[in-house]
């Protein structure tokens, strides 16, 4: 979609670039009367200068909000919720201008437990997160966190696909599959439900979810079970996105003491900022508390 650039913008653009080119064919190139850009350069400030501080002032508010997380997309519905009339182009200017750019996430490289490719288990997602409805899909895997004093200790985490919730989790020293189940526990305890849900679970062949424990309690729980193909961990790239966010604003930005101090942190992470303030742009970008509330309103 081509957005329209307005004149106050058109007026900044061939105030830069005057001693370039001459006003009188920018003014006609931009299709701005010289009247209307002389008006709004002679002004004791512009309306023009005004704005653009009152918008760094909040972009750089947004900015920080968010632990210096938020890119020029984010940040531009931000402001338009709020009523400001701003392109993400003029966005990204500013904060070209104010010296912040966003944290990009970078790809994530899986890491894999050990497999059980010789356990026939159905992939009834075959990539497809696409969802109706709350407790429609679920995802889950394992992922990481290292410490100082305990070395590596291990997130279990549990996503509805329909508000990209974190809806259970589990942190520990280990990744035995006491650790997955418990994540699925919580996750059923958080979000109030009982046996016989239908809901499809969906993970990769990790040994944790091919034990006949893990699989004994899923089916107990009325839990569909569904298994990525063998080595390909595209067939669960919701959670490997979640992962990806999870190292790229948060893990990888600090060393952690010992396996109390990172408990903690990543409960604050998911609980505090994953869930109920960071917005997401599949859902509106709405988080996912909000988007969950307004799918059942």
Known sequence: ??????????????????????????????????????DRITREESDLSKTNRMLKEKINKIYHDSNKIYGSPKITKILKNKGHKISIKRTQRLMRELGIRSITCRKYNHYSSQSNNDFEGK?????????????????????YVHTVNDGWCYLASVMD?????????????????????????????????????????????????????????????????????????????????????????????????NYKEAKLVIFEFIESWYNRRRIHGSIDYMTPIEYERKCVA
């Not at 920018?26 to 701005?32: D, G, N, V």
């Open 161 to 257: 696909l329909h508000t990209n919730k974190i809806v259970g989790y589990a942190f520990a020293k280990h990744m035995k599959k006491e650790l997955v189940i418990k994540a699925i526990e919580n996750a059923y305890k958080s979000e109030g439900l009982k046996n016989d849900n239908q809901i499809i679970l969906h993970s990769d062949r990790g040994s944790q979810y091919t034990s006949k424990k893990y699989r004994s309690i899923i089916r107990e729980k009325g839990l569909i079970l569904s298994y990525s193909d063998k080595g390909n961990p595209y067939d669960n790239a919701c959670m490997e996105s979640f992962h990806s966010i999870l190292k790229t604003e948060e893990t990888k930005r600090r060393t952690y003491y």
């Open 123 to 143: 992939n009834l997602l075959q990539q497809n997160f696409d969802t109706k409805d709350l407790k429609e899909k679920w995802v889950t895997d394992i992922t």
């Open 1 to 38: 979609m081509i957005q329209r650039i307005e004149e106050e913008e058109l007026t900044e653009l061939i105030e830069k670039q005057k001693a370039t080119y001459k006003i009188t064919i920018m003014c006609k190139l931009y299709e701005i009367p010289r009247s209307t850009y002389y």
